[in-house]
């Protein structure tokens, strides 16, 4: 009988890192949206971790969802920074 060739399986999802404990994501948007949110939070004093799948230093360009990012922010911030993004979606309140 023949040898058979390694089966090399697909992997799954990456499991989560260590360090983002604690983190819940409160945003999903392109690179140049993201680092405009992540001023934001952080001018409220709000931590934030920008994540994504692609180097954007290497890939500068992308297409579609392909390069989203996902805006992490610590559990006992993510209401406050949720209702920041709700007032800036509604626009300048007419006073």
């Known amino acids: 009988m023949a040898k058979r060739g390694k089966v090399i399986r697909f992997p799954g999802l990456p499991p989560e890192p260590a360090g ?3 983190l819940v994501p409160v945003h999903r948007c392109a690179g140049a ?3 405009v ?7 409220e004093g709000i931590p934030t971790l920008l994540r994504s799948r692609l180097l954007h230093s290497i890939h500068p360009f992308t297409v579609g969802d392909q390069g989203e990012v ?5 559990a006992s911030e993510a209401a406050r920074s949720r209702r920041l993004l709700a007032r800036l979606t509604r626009g300048p309140s007419r006073s």
């Open 20 to 22: 983002d404990r604690g």
């Open 70 to 74: 996902v805006i992490l922010v610590p």
């Open 33 to 35: 949206e993201a680092a």
């Open 37 to 43: 949110v992540k001023s934001l939070f952080e001018s």
